[in-house]
């Protein structure tokens, strides 16, 4: 079965603007959403997830109590939860390969399912602005069409994507929302910026550039994040782009360059240093080709913990 809205079938194609404007309990939430004021979430409890990464846990986590992600302009980020065990997954979708990566999302849910036949699936999309190249409705539609194509009922809860996401200044658009956190225990989904992103933030960040596919990265069983082991090829005449100014950085290396966020240069010349100095992570960054295991101590802090046989 298909998207719901309020328990009747989404009409696809159809624009965001178009959907929620037929579902005026839609607009409502993309406003209130919108006219929230950015809540700062400190490391405590928190399972920061990057682009094209996925995490999903439950109420029953006794370590991660936060899932967030920000910094999305062009990208979405989704999160999928049932309201039954409130098993909850949050991803980072940059339109990649959004045919394969929802269908992870499911799995991702399904895997967490105690077989409760009470509750239902509730989708949240949020991200994208109106930008140049068309790349956020691009994905709108993507994500809505296959999660469409899913054999489950799905209910559209929140939809404050592309066009409902956009703010105008100067005759240039950018995004209202760039990251959102979902609280595991009471639901809440709020607008969010986070100053701890890691652990293994560039390592993470490395993976992603170089073209790594969407992964889940936490074990809720363990209550283990888990790293690897992951591979790459070098990057590409790395260090011309190391030499190039931000201007250029920002131009050739951003789907969006106008509307990032004042980090992104300095991530991305972090993350290309980063390339530089590990061509090929393999041995050197995952010693005997293991995972790099972390766990969250007494204060709510990411700690790594002892490796697992391979």
Same mark, same amino acid.
């Given at each position: 079965m298909p998207l719901l809205v309020e328990g009747r079938r989404?009409?696809?194609?159809q624009s965001a603007g178009d959907l929620v404007r037929a579902h005026p309990p839609l607009e409502e939430r993309a406003r209130l959403l919108r006219?929230?004021?950015v809540q700062q979430v400190g490391p405590q409890g928190l399972l920061y997830v990057q682009q094209r990464e996925l995490a999903?846990?439950?109420?029953?986590? /006794?370590?991660?109590?936060?899932l967030g992600s920000d910094d999305a302009t062009t990208c979405h980020i989704v999160v999928l939860r049932h309201t039954g065990n409130g098993a909850t997954c949050l991803t980072h979708c940059d339109g990649t390969d959004t045919k394969a990566e929802v269908p992870l999302i499911m799995n991702s849910i399904k895997s967490f399912s105690d077989h409760t036949q009470c509750g239902r699936l509730e989708v949240h999309l949020v991200g994208g602005f109106r930008d140049d190249r068309q790349l956020s409705q691009k994905l709108t539609h993507q994500l809505l069409s296959e999660f469409d194509r899913q054999e489950d009922d799905i209910h559209l809860v929140t939809l404050c994507v592309t066009e409902l996401n956009d703010?105008?200044?100067?005759?240039?658009?950018?995004?209202?929302?760039? /990251?959102?956190?979902v609280n595991i225990k009471t639901a809440e989904i709020y607008r969010a910026s986070f100053q701890d992103r890691g652990p293994e933030e560039e390592l993470r960040a490395a993976r992603a550039l170089t073209g790594g596919p969407m992964i889940s990265i936490y074990d809720a069983k363990t209550e283990q994040l888990r790293i690897g082991p992951y591979s790459w090829m070098p990057f590409p005449h790395v260090d011309f782009w190391l030499q190039q100014d931000d201007k250029q950085i920002l131009e050739n290396l951003s789907t969006s360059p106008l509307a990032e966020p004042p980090h992104f240069v300095e991530h991305i010349r972090s993350t290309l240093m980063f390339l530089k100095k590990y061509p090929s992570p393999t041995n050197t960054?995952?010693? /005997?080709?293991?995972?790099?295991?972390?766990?969250?101590? %007494?204060?709510?802090?990411? %700690?790594?913990s002892s490796s697992p046989q391979s």
């Open positions: 989404v009409r696809l194609p006219g929230q004021s999903v846990t439950s109420p029953k986590d /006794g370590s991660i109590s936060i703010r105008e200044e100067n005759k240039n658009h950018f995004p209202v929302i760039y /990251g959102i956190a960054l995952f010693p /005997g080709n293991k995972a790099l295991l972390y766990k969250k101590n %007494e204060d709510g802090l990411w %700690e790594k």
